[in-house]
């Protein structure tokens, strides 16, 4: 199964215990929250995804980089 990177935005602050089950977050941004995943296959963002809504989190967006926006967010 292919692995992409996402970025997932999140109304409001995700639980800390939440994301140490996600080694593949390697960024979180604080505007509203923004997690940056990478390697991130099907099966683990539908995971993310359920422990997100679990976790009673208003999941904004969900969206694939592509491999230009994730070079640009690794050298900005």
Do not use: H, W
Not at 13 to 39: H, K, M, S, W, Y
Not at 55 to 76: G, I, K, N, Q
Request: charged fraction near 20%.
């Amino acid at each position: 199964m292919a692995k992409s990177n996402y970025v997932i935005r999140i109304a409001g602050i995700v639980p800390l215990d939440l994301l140490q089950n996600f080694p593949q977050i390697d960024a979180v941004e604080c505007a509203g929250t923004i997690l940056r995943a990478t390697q991130l296959d099907e099966a683990a963002l539908g995971g993310l995804i359920n422990a997100l809504r679990g976790a009673a989190t208003d999941l904004v967006e969900v969206r694939r980089e592509t491999s230009a926006a994730a070079m640009l967010s690794v050298s900005s």
